[in-house]
């Protein structure tokens, strides 16, 4: 990339500070997301004996798989971007959405733990300054005018006990995902599968992931978590 022909200071002048996002909030980074969701999705199915299209892998075939999301290259998602072709089960009853949301949360799981590294590591920093000047006087102020006295200390730790608040919200908001089909109501699985459990199936498969399931949407998940997410960061 070149900083004088870069869209954003992000990919230019400050490139550098955002290095550790770039493997997952990247185009990249969306492409392995999807691919993670796609082939976990196909060894879910593979586990499913009333699957009988898809027989059980085998462990070697098991190893191969993980291994394309655990050494997926820019080789790899440049040779995605150069094929359209799908294998017949690995999007079996999926619409697009089932795969981008999940992949949009993957994504958002991986930056998030970036930005709270970060983020503990300035309240760390301020505490420290609040420890190391607790005892250093400092005027106060109060409606606009001086009043009783303080400490650096003290009005540095004011400010670590907000962040620290604001930091476990940031960590605690569920990230969500569905994998429910075109209208969000299992349609197509039932009508191949009607034995199967699929919203027990979807809600494994989701959390298998590390993400919260959410049992109830139309074609989309409604992204209310992201904003709820955006907001506390």
Same mark, same amino acid.
């Given at each position: 990339?070149?900083?004088?022909?870069?869209?954003?200071?992000?990919?230019?002048?400050?490139?550098?500070?955002?290095?550790?996002?770039?493997?997952?909030?990247?185009?990249?980074?969306?492409?392995?997301?999807?691919?993670?969701?796609?082939?976990?999705?196909?060894?879910?199915?593979?586990?499913?004996?009333?699957?009988?299209?898809?027989?059980?892998?085998?462990?070697?075939?098991?190893?191969?798989?993980? $291994?394309?999301?655990?050494?997926?290259?820019?080789?790899?998602?440049?040779?995605?971007?150069?094929?359209?072709?799908?294998?017949?089960?690995?999007?079996?009853?999926?619409?697009?959405?089932?795969?981008?949301?999940?992949?949009?949360?993957?994504?958002?799981?991986?930056?998030?733990?970036?930005?709270?590294?970060? %983020?503990?590591?300035?309240?760390?920093?301020?505490?420290?300054?609040?420890?190391?000047?607790?005892?250093?006087? %400092?005027?106060?102020?109060?409606?606009?005018?001086?009043?009783?006295?303080?400490?650096?200390?003290?009005? %540095?730790?004011?400010? $670590?006990?907000?962040?620290?608040?604001?930091?476990?919200?940031?960590?605690?908001?569920?990230?969500?995902?569905?994998?429910?089909? $075109?209208?969000?109501?299992?349609?197509?699985?039932?009508?191949?599968?009607?034995?199967?459990?699929?919203?027990?199936?979807?809600?494994?498969?989701?959390?298998?992931?590390?993400?919260?399931?959410?049992?109830?949407?139309?074609?989309?998940?409604?992204?209310?978590? %992201? $904003?709820?997410?955006?907001?506390?960061?």
């Amino acid at each position: 990339m070149n900083a004088l022909t870069a869209l954003s200071p992000l990919d230019g002048r400050y490139a550098s500070k955002c290095d550790a996002l770039r493997p997952f909030l990247s185009e990249f980074g969306l492409i392995h997301a999807r691919v993670t969701v796609e082939v976990r999705w196909l060894q879910a199915l593979a586990n499913r004996p009333e699957i009988t299209e898809v027989p059980a892998f085998s462990a070697a075939t098991n190893a191969a798989l993980d $291994a394309i999301v655990a050494d997926f290259s820019e080789n790899d998602a440049n040779r995605i971007k150069d094929i359209e072709r799908t294998g017949e089960f690995i999007h079996f009853a999926c619409t697009s959405e089932d795969i981008n949301n999940l992949s949009h949360a993957l994504m958002l799981k991986s930056g998030r733990d970036v930005l709270v590294a970060s %983020m503990q590591q300035i309240i760390d920093s301020i505490v420290a300054l609040s420890e190391k000047h607790a005892d250093q006087p %400092m005027l106060s102020r109060t409606h606009g005018q001086t009043a009783s006295p303080t400490t650096l200390g003290k009005e %540095m730790a004011n400010v $670590a006990y907000r962040l620290a608040r604001q930091i476990k919200q940031f960590k605690q908001v569920e990230l969500l995902g569905k994998i429910n089909g $075109a209208v969000g109501n299992y349609n197509a699985h039932l009508s191949a599968y009607p034995d199967i459990n699929w919203p027990a199936h979807s809600q494994a498969f989701v959390e298998s992931l590390g993400l919260s399931f959410n049992p109830y949407t139309t074609q989309i998940e409604p992204h209310d978590y %992201m $904003a709820e997410l955006f907001d506390a960061l």
